[in-house]
DNA sequence: CTGAAAGCGCTTACAG
DNA sequence: CTGAAAGCGCTTACAG
């Protein structure tokens, strides 16, 4: 009989109904939300890959909530995965504008939080991110190395924390190699690429421009490349430049480029598993995950040039 | 009182329970599918986008599914939209591999269906495509143009609709100039980046190689690109080559890409209007939307060198 | 161990 | 028009 009831399932493709599921049960939920700022940014591919690999392998399904840098629409995704009865989610905040009170009140509700790249809430929720500071310190330091004296930063949207670690970076290994740090070559880029096409034509047009750029992301990386063709500069011949992000297409750039690699796949597997762990042990501590960025020298640093 | 109660409801953060909802209505369910043959492969960025804005915007919630070209996890996910209680999906399919058999149940079961380029069960689903015919052929035609004789190809997986179309708008193209299509110079790369590297290879250790290559997706002229650079091949000079898809970093390679541009956005938008329209009319005859895509000249090739 | 009952939070059809 | 009741498909606690 059991064996005929479960052939007839099997006939029909029967599916169990998970929204009566999640309806019924407090603590079985596989809906997992993730929020990233915005899918425009390369940055997040991989990280969405990483997360999406991981969560299928752990029967665990995927929201993906594009928050396209509007805090409206991440209040509104917040609300969503609480009215879906999600049994986590995973969020790089809007920073300083989100509400690290929501993401409580979300926890205070049984949903698992992890953060990734931010301080809102920091060291109250689980969280991954990349070590920026030493990403920059290291991607600058190069440069440094490489004789430049005057080097400008495109730096991220002032006040974002993964912007300010980068910004740090840059002054700990100007300030090491005992090069004042000159705020005229500090322009803010707002993480967007117009930003940098702007920021970088400012750096340009200064009485004294620099030699060297470090530009604190891959979207602005394009905008920094953009207004360098508008202007004819010739990269590294005359300017040396160094990124933040690196892309499959890096190597093949009219200038290959040099620039710090995050490891964004494993930021998104690791987020997966802190959720994981987080869902298994409700009242653990929360855990600060650290992933390690690494320099990768092409030529758009000069490197080859001496 | 109303009053009262309503006061109290947006003081505590009330959110209507979804699952509640879609358990109990027939109709009313905000959550669409989105299956995507692989998030590693550029061209779905900006589709996904697209779909993400769209859906944001009429308030439909998106749950990404990253089949990533395995036929198991399409299957999965397919029983997930069913137990979800999805009120539709929006899916490029694992093309011949796919069970069209699967979308007739999952639309028997109320679920609206919206095809991105595929020939499975063409005509019988709502569906949005582009001109991947007329786009190849203008990118070979324009190689012609420029007067190349022997032009190769770098194709996608044979059996696929879209690598199926690109491989006919070539054919055309050197049919109509009055080239015989040579065999030898038609390389299945299997939308893959190693494949197209393989593939590459193979064609430029020909006897007589192509002066000129199409490449048939993005992903793909990655792998030509690192086969070139470690054969030493100039692009332009020594090999004229033009892309399908353009992104963002096109313009700065080495040889910026000449490439055919799908206006990947609008598939993404489309998709969705095509959704909404299925659900505000269950029983209207399917509708097959077909988006041009435009070649974009720039030096990759060789236009600018005669 | 097995089986019937209660109930999750909604929507919808129906009685007043 | 308003309000109480039934029920969507599950899970869980409880009686037999």
Redo the contacts with the bound molecule.
């Keep these: 009989m059991r064996m005929r009831v479960l052939e007839a399932a099997r006939k029909l493709n029967?599916q169990?109904?998970q929204t009566?599921?999640r309806?019924?049960?407090?603590?079985?939920s596989s809906l997992i939300g993730l929020l990233i700022s915005g899918i425009n940014n390369a940055h997040f591919h991989s990280v969405v890959q990483g997360v999406s690999d991981l969560a299928y392998n752990h029967q665990l399904n995927l929201m993906l909530c594009n928050v396209d840098g509007s805090l409206e629409r991440e209040r509104y995704y917040l609300d969503l995965m609480q009215s879906e009865r999600a049994a986590g989610l995973i969020i790089n905040p809007q920073d300083y504008y989100t509400d690290g009170q929501r993401l409580d009140e979300l926890r205070r509700q049984g949903i698992a939080v992890v953060l990734i790249d931010t301080s809102v809430a920091r060291g109250r929720f689980d969280q991954v991110r990349t070590d920026g500071r030493g990403g920059a310190y290291r991607g600058v330091r190069h440069l440094v190395g490489l004789g430049h004296q005057r080097i400008g930063i495109v730096t991220g949207t002032t006040g974002i924390m993964t912007a300010t670690e980068r910004l740090n970076g840059y002054r700990d290994a100007l300030t090491e190699a005992g090069i004042p740090v000159d705020d005229a070559l500090i322009c803010d880029g707002r993480y967007e690429k117009d930003g940098a096409h702007r920021a970088t034509l400012q750096l340009l047009d200064l009485p004294a421009p620099p030699t060297a750029l470090f530009v604190s992301n891959e979207l602005m990386t394009l905008g920094t490349l953009e207004a360098l063709r508008e202007r004819g500069v010739r990269v590294p011949q005359e300017l040396a430049l160094v990124g933040f992000d690196d892309i499959p297409w890096s190597p093949y750039l009219s200038s290959p480029l040099t620039t710090v690699a995050q490891p964004t796949y494993a930021v998104g597997r690791e987020a997966v598993r802190l959720l994981l762990r987080r869902l298994a042990e409700p009242d653990a501590p929360p855990l600060d995950v650290v992933l390690q960025n690494h320099l990768v020298v092409r030529e758009s640093c000069g490197a080859g040039l001496r």
């Excluded at 309806?23 to 079985?28: A, D, E, N, P």
């Design positions: 029967y169990p109904d009566a599921q309806l019924r049960s407090q603590t079985t």
